[in-house]
């Protein structure tokens, strides 16, 4: 991957990783009813749980690149067609809400593993790793399989590097999160934008 490729790769995860989902407004509702602590162990867990779906990704995903460019090929469209499912799906999403029923206090080792399971239990993950990681390795790669791991132990530490910060600001800023859900929306409506825009991006790319 050239220093081209990683800048891509970067941005378009900082972009995707702080799109509002399951985890994310996980890490956001642990932070509001608990306090910025709770926010950061929770998104701790979270980038944990992705590493299980790295290791997943790369060994499977990374044997199939090694049989044959063809399925490389076919599943660099397939990817394509995924971001756009998720990018549209963002925008026209309602659901912009955090979880506050509970304000019962959770242990800190509670905490980590609800965020590690929250995240290892999501299959939407690993499907998300197959679509979007195969755009960042070279047809010609030698080992797409270490490649793969790597990209997704990176993407697992970005993952931390943003939802730590938010459980912590989310923690600070509860009670203005409480009545803006706003902008949960505008962050949907952006992120979806983007998705978009790489699938089409992945859709005009020539096959190697």
Excluded: C
Aim: net charge positive.
């Amino acid at each position: 991957m050239d220093e081209m490729q990683l800048a891509l790769f970067v941005i378009a995860s900082f972009i995707i990783i702080i799109t509002p989902g399951q985890d994310l407004l996980l890490v956001m509702s642990r932070a509001v009813t608990q306090g910025s602590r709770a926010g950061i162990i929770t998104a701790s867990g979270v980038s944990i749980g992705l590493i299980g779906h790295s290791v997943l990704t790369a060994f499977g995903l990374g044997a199939l690149l090694l049989a044959s460019k063809s399925i490389f090929t076919i599943l660099k469209f397939v990817g394509a067609g995924y971001l756009f499912y998720l990018g549209i799906r963002l925008i026209t999403s309602k659901s912009h809400r955090l979880d506050l029923k509970s304000s019962q206090k959770v242990s800190p080792r509670k905490l980590f593993f609800t965020g590690a399971f929250s995240n290892i239990s999501n299959p939407n993950i690993t499907i998300f790793y197959f679509a979007f990681l195969p755009q960042f390795i070279p047809g010609n790669a030698e080992n797409p399989t270490l490649q793969l791991l790597i990209l997704g132990l990176f993407f697992a530490f970005l993952t931390f590097l943003v939802k730590g910060p938010v459980g912590y600001f989310a923690g600070i800023l509860s009670l203005w999160l409480r009545s803006n859900p706003k902008i949960l929306k505008w962050i949907d409506r952006t992120s979806g934008t983007v998705l978009i825009g790489l699938g089409i991006k992945l859709v005009f790319e020539q096959p190697p």
